[in-house]
């Protein structure tokens, strides 16, 4: 039988060192990780090459323990402990759980002595004892039987002690390093010694005289003046500071060397914890059971190529892929389709299955439960291909969007990879890129379809455990996995676009363009490119000899900020301005939403995205329609050529009133705000009223503009700088401005302040409906980014909540039109904005029907107020 074995593993200085010795790394959740990292790898490696029988990770429990009742400045100088590490111990005795391994801190007591307690009740049972630390006065517990092994560089490289390796380092005994301490003090600890006496004077003084107490009954014998002197005004000084170096070794611990037994660990239970905390290049160290074995390598993996749809491959579960490379998939070009459940693996090319009755009927099945990945493009694809898919279980790509929000990239290889399977390729390595990208040869495509649906098919569960884990599944299910299938039904329906109308505003601006060209050239006096940087910098600065803002490596900076302030200066300016807006409204909005009417339904099929803004906003692509310019005229006349599809049709939109300053006096629950909203106040002139400390009546339209800028910039996280640019004030006046809106919404102050700190706490904040967004640099040692990550952490449950209202309020509204059996549809959504189009008959149903929905989506403190409009064409509804 071989030989009991202890390892004890000092808990805090180990996690301090890997802290120190590694850079600051965050996962993908926002989470500090690098103490976390450090201490992992070192653990794995004790568990590799030491192989305990018994194994414990001691703690310290607290800042005070019984050595501060003797020298109250022990431990003084040192510095407060970085909140980007405290807020890591947490994991790092959830990692420690994973591991089956015990650990143990006791009040008032610190590691060490729990250390030195354990290892001297299993020396005397006969064990070997190795203690692990970045601590060297646990090299005082050396002794035949225990070993210390202290960190060297970073936390895996160590220096391992044993009796003759202490002496041979220092020629004493490990007992004499208690004395050592007590001479020469030790900084880090804050334990005095005796002043002016260092190591190597200690060291000599040991030899002679083997202990203090020698020492200072024979400090005759001691040679030199001064050091005798030293020693004979520092007696008690010495004497304590032994005291406060001597390890404990008979503390009062309830644990027992039966009780930290170790066997092995849990390797599910440890990939668990790796994937979540992000830790992928130590998945392959832990192994794994058999289902996380059996994912074979990219040039392993068996599936059948079928020739036909068959009733086996179309279980009641299932991950399905319906691949589409245009990313405009409104063409309906489907590459091929991948099958994967519980039994085997299938590709099918894209006519044998659209030719299959049986698999039509499979994918139209709701009692048939998909796994798929973007259950909005699935949609459409197929209903352009006459197939409505229903039964959608789970859709990979909104999970991993809910869990990390913060991550840019949720392809299904990616996804793959941050939860430990390196399954399946980038789809551009597949299909190139840019002018290469092309479709592979069947064996190719197939394989990686296939790879696609079964890794889709293996992470289903783990993403629902954390959506489940992270209190996020009933937004998964009940709303981003319903407002999905709306989103593809308007994607679906697309917009209506009176292309000549379009066409003329076209020429229209090109021919306003023509007259302010022929202006700015008259008041530069020549002729000259105005869309050239260089050419312009030229006129402006040196002709016109305008006062120089600011230069580039280039020349002369002629950006949008730079003319802004030259705009007093001179006349030329404005209309440079406004030279360049009309060319971007020409270029980018006219000639764009031109370029992308489809051609067979005269309709603009705009593509929502779900899954990419962080406080859960929708925003559109290809083209954005949440982005025309609607503050110039020209802009807003876009807006005429978006039209109902249908004769006799209109145009209805409806549009929350401050959505999110309603939120906000809801979250904040602040009694003004809630008085204010309830009364049926204009929050803005209420606001004004409490700042300006003035009645409703003497509010100006000055105050009213400077209290609706101060409002939406605490709704937004705006900071004095920001509100002073927008106000054009000082920053010492924007600064008073916040601080006096504080005061007289003392709710928000106190809101602002527990967000802040749950964001400290948690890592993150939560909308109303559990949205996460984390925040990693809300513990950051810089300042701007500090005050940025706690701007945002006061805006995202604002916004968030704002932008999870509207979104069930969809999901509401298209309930309501088919219970009430009307023809209406919605379109668009614009921020707060929801766009119909409807028969003029069912006008005066829709103005019944649309607020009351909206108003009522989710109770508030305070009223929900929507407004609304119609007419021929959305420029008409507004």
């Not at 044998?352 to 909005?376: P, R, Y």
């Not at 005229?633 to 309603?662: C, M, N, T």
Request: net charge negative.
């Amino acid at each position: 039988m071989s030989k009991k074995k202890l390892v004890v593993i000092d808990g805090n200085s180990i996690a301090y060192r890997a802290f120190f010795a590694l850079p600051l790394l965050n996962n993908d959740k926002g989470i500090h990780t690098n103490a976390i990292y450090g201490f992992t790898t070192m653990l794995l490696k004790v568990l590799e090459e030491e192989k305990p029988t018994h194994l414990l990770v001691a703690f310290d429990a607290g800042k005070k323990t019984f050595r501060h009742d003797t020298y109250k400045g022990y431990k003084g100088t040192r510095e407060k402990t970085p909140s980007e590490l405290s807020e890591q111990f947490a994991f790092i005795r959830e990692v420690l759980d994973a591991f089956n391994i015990s650990r143990y801190e006791l009040e008032n007591y610190e590691a060490d002595d729990i250390i030195g307690t354990l290892a001297k009740r299993a020396e005397k049972e006969g064990m070997d004892v190795k203690i692990i630390s970045g601590d060297k006065d646990l090299l005082q517990l050396v002794s035949s039987h225990v070993k210390v092994a202290l960190t060297r560089k970073g936390i895996t490289d160590v220096d391992t002690y044993d009796l003759s390796a202490i002496d041979e380092k220092y020629g004493i005994t490990p007992e004499q390093i208690i004395d050592m301490k007590g001479l020469m003090g030790d900084k880090s600890d804050n334990i005095p010694g005796v002043p002016g006496i260092g190591e190597k004077t200690a060291l000599k003084l040991l030899k002679q005289f083997g202990t203090i107490e020698r020492v200072l009954e024979s400090i005759d014998d001691v040679s030199g003046k001064k050091l005798k002197e030293k020693l004979d005004e520092n007696r008690e000084q010495a004497m304590m500071s032994k005291k406060l170096a001597t390890i404990i070794v008979e503390a009062p611990i309830d644990i027992m060397l039966d009780n930290i037994t170790y066997k092995e660990y849990d390797v599910e239970a440890v990939r668990a914890v790796f994937t979540d905390l992000g830790f992928q290049s130590l998945l392959n160290r832990v192994g794994g059971d058999e289902q996380n074995s059996s994912i074979e390598s990219l040039d392993e993996i068996e599936f059948e190529l079928a020739q036909a749809v068959l009733d086996e491959m179309l279980t009641d579960k299932a991950a399905l892929i319906v691949e589409v490379m245009d990313e405009n998939y409104h063409e309906g070009q489907i590459q091929g389709f991948a099958i994967v459940n519980e039994n085997k693996r299938y590709f099918i090319q894209t006519d044998v299955a659209l030719n299959s009755t049986t698999f039509k009927n499979w994918v139209e099945d709701s009692s048939k439960k998909k796994i798929v990945f973007d259950a909005k493009q699935a949609i459409v694809s197929l209903k352009w291909k006459g197939i409505t898919l229903r039964g959608v279980e789970m859709d990979l790509l909104i999970a991993s969007y809910l869990l990390n929000p913060s991550e840019s990239n949720h392809d299904i290889s990616a996804i793959a990879r941050r939860k430990g399977f390196n399954h399946v390729q980038d789809d551009e390595l597949v299909y190139g890129k840019g002018a290469k990208r092309k479709v592979p040869d069947t064996d190719e495509l197939a394989e990686h379809l296939v790879r696609k649906a079964d890794s889709v098919f293996q992470l289903y569960d783990q993403l629902e455990d954390e959506l489940k884990k992270n209190e996020q599944y009933g937004l998964f299910k009940e709303l981003e996995m319903p407002l999905s299938i709306i989103l593809a039904e308007m994607e679906s329906t697309g917009v209506m676009v009176d292309v000549e109308r379009l066409q003329n505003m076209g020429q229209d601006l090109e021919g306003r363009l023509t007259e302010i060209e022929k202006e700015i050239h008259t008041l530069a006096g020549e002729s000259f490119n105005i869309n050239s940087p260089k050419q312009l910098g030229v006129i402006l600065f040196e002709k016109l000899e305008l006062p120089v803002i600011k230069k580039t490596k280039t020349g002369y900076s002629t950006s949008a900020d730079v003319l802004d302030k030259l705009k007093s200066k001179h006349e030329i300016v404005d209309k440079i301005l406004h030279y360049r807006q009309l060319g971007k409204l020409n270029s980018t909005y006219i000639e764009g939403l031109l370029k992308v009417v489809h051609k067979d339904t005269n309709k603009i099929h705009t593509r929502f995205n779900q899954a990419l803004t962080q406080t859960g906003r929708l925003s559109s692509i290809e083209p954005n329609l949440q982005n025309i310019p609607i503050r110039l005229e020209e802009g807003r006349k876009i807006r005429q050529a978006f039209i109902p599809s249908q004769q006799d049709w209109v145009i209805f939109a409806a549009d929350y009133s401050q959505i999110e300053l309603r939120v906000l006096a809801h979250i904040a629950n602040d009694e003004n705000l809630i008085e204010a909203f309830n009364n049926g106040m204009d929050i803005h002139t209420k606001t004004a009223m409490d700042v300006f400390n003035v009645n409703a009546d003497e509010v100006t339209s000055d105050m009213r503009r400077q209290a609706k800028a101060v409002n939406f910039g605490i709704v937004y996280g705006i900071s004095d700088y920001g509100l002073s640019q927008n106000l054009g004030i000082t920053r010492k006046e924007a600064q008073a401005f916040i601080e006096a809106y504080l005061q007289s919404f003392p709710g928000v102050q106190e809101y602002m302040d527990s967000i802040v700190r749950e964001a400290k706490d948690k890592g993150f904040v939560s909308t109303m409906m559990q949205r996460r967004r984390y925040i990693p640099d809300i513990t950051s040692r810089n300042f701007n980014q500090r005050s940025f990550a706690e701007r945002t952490a006061m805006n995202t449950p604002i916004q968030g909540s704002g932008a999870d209202i509207i979104k069930k309020a969809m999901i509401d509204m298209a309930k309501r039109l088919e219970t009430e059996g009307l023809q209406a549809r919605l379109l668009l959504q614009v921020h707060d904005e929801l766009i119909f189009e409807a028969p003029k008959e069912e006008i005066e149903k829709l103005i019944q029907v649309v607020p009351d929905v909206m108003e009522n989506t989710i109770q508030l403190k305070v009223p929900l107020k929507v407004d609304y409009s119609y007419g021929p064409t959305w420029f008409d509804a507004k």
